[in-house]
Nanobody, 128 residues
Framework: QVQLVESGGKSVQAGGSLTLSCTAS???????????MAWFRQAPGKEREGIAS???????DYADSVKGRFTISKDVAKYTLDLQMNDLKPEDTAIYYC???????????????????WGQGTQVTVSS
């Protein structure tokens, strides 16, 4: 079973930048990092929302709230999924989670029900 571990969350000022990383352990028969993965976030009192996803062919999808400010990428050789966040706003404050699927999928998706494995989350706090 895949294990996902997020890191990089911290407190920053509005307008600042931050990079989150997710390291995925690998199953001997299924390379999770090569397939569709995503970043989600959950703010206090709100539902978890998908914000960025990347497919095996590099195709990407972003939530409107982060489009143009956040960039998702992955390094297959290092088994890492990154989220570069620029021009951070107080409304970006949330716990950020990475997610992986148990089976291959050829397109990106921001729908949480398509993901089987989740990390424990990393806190990002943006102050004004």
């Amino acid at each position: 079973q895949v294990q996902l571990v997020e890191s990089g969350g911290k407190s920053v000022q509005a307008g600042g930048s931050l990079t989150l990383s997710c390291t995925a352990s690998e199953d001997s028969e299924y390379t999770y990092i090569r397939n569709t993965m995503a970043w989600f976030r959950q703010a206090p009192g709100k539902e978890r929302e998908g914000i960025a996803s990347i497919a095996a062919n590099g195709g990407q999808d972003y939530a409107d709230s982060v489009k143009g400010r956040f960039t998702i990428s992955k390094d297959v050789a290092k088994y890492t999924l990154d989220l570069q966040m620029n021009d951070l706003k107080p409304e970006d404050t949330a716990i950020y989670y990475c997610a992986a699927r148990a089976s291959p999928m050829s397109w990106p998706s921001l729908h949480s029900d398509l993901y089987n494995y989740w990390g424990q989350g990393t806190q990002v706090t943006v102050s004004s």
